[in-house]
């Protein structure tokens, strides 16, 4: 059984309810007693009762490296959300470089001596011995030795997720990434980048030691 609402200016939205395939429970949904806000769902308590809320996680778009850059700055909306993931696919680096980060604090990229981070990298045959980072640094050491200029394997991909600390803790990234190092060797770079005091990150700009990211894209999401 199904019901059909028809609309004045012509074509009907019918509302079915589903085939049992067992069993013959009945199903009530009761609807929200007001409209939501824009942008959020509906979603169930598990008992029927449907409610408007925010998703989870929102999913700001994917952009794509149109051009070849020595910087790329993505900003975050910290007014409603305060975490955020952010995935970087195949951004290929026009030289050999390490990459590095900084955060929008205030409004603007700082270059300030409190970034404290720490990277190592995984091979196939075991850990690196050396560490990447350190602190006190004017930026975040996010991998090294990244392999460039080779359009088919040597591309960086990482996967970062930031809490931006919205003034109750230190702000900090964690780092997971996969790439083609200088030397040819398949590398897991795995890490992190803080901020050395309680002001929020407003935004990202990550950039290559040397050269430029001739192409790629990245998929921001919040929560």
């Known amino acids: ?18 085939t049992q395939t067992t069993g013959s429970a009945d199903v009530t949904l009761k609807l929200p007693v007001a409209d939501g806000s824009a942008n959020q769902v509906i979603q169930t308590n598990g008992s029927g009762q449907l409610a408007f809320a925010s998703p989870s996680y929102k999913n700001f778009g994917t952009t794509t490296i149109s051009s070849a850059s020595s910087e790329i700055d993505i900003d975050f909306d910290v007014t409603n959300y305060s975490n955020f993931k952010l995935y970087l696919e195949g951004w290929n680096p026009s030289a050999d470089c ?3 980060c900084r955060y929008k604090i205030g409004g603007s990229i700082s270059t300030a001596s409190t970034y404290t981070s720490l990277t190592i990298k995984k091979y196939a ?37 930031i809490m931006t600390g919205s003034g109750t803790g230190m702000p900090f990234m964690n780092i ?12 897991h770079n795995m890490g992190i980048v803080g901020w050395q005091n309680f002001n929020q990150i407003q935004g990202i700009r990550i950039y290559p030691s040397t050269g430029n990211i001739t192409s790629g894209k990245y998929t921001l999401y919040g929560s």
Do not use: C, R, T, W
């Not at 059984?1 to 009907?12: E, T």
């Not at 050491?141 to 960086?156: A, C, K, P, T």
């Not at 996969?178 to 590398?187: G, Q």
């Open 1 to 18: 059984m199904s019901i059909k609402l028809n609309a004045q200016s012509g074509g009907s939205v019918a509302l079915d309810a589903p």
């Open 98 to 100: 390490n990459m590095y």
């Open 125 to 161: 045959g075991g850990f690196d011995s050396s560490e990447y980072g350190g602190s006190n640094q004017n930026y975040g050491y996010m991998s090294n030795n990244v392999g460039g200029n080779d359009s088919s394997y040597e591309v960086y991909n990482a996967q970062l997720e």
């Open 176 to 187: 997971s990434a996969f790439y083609k190092a200088a030397d040819s060797a398949y590398v």
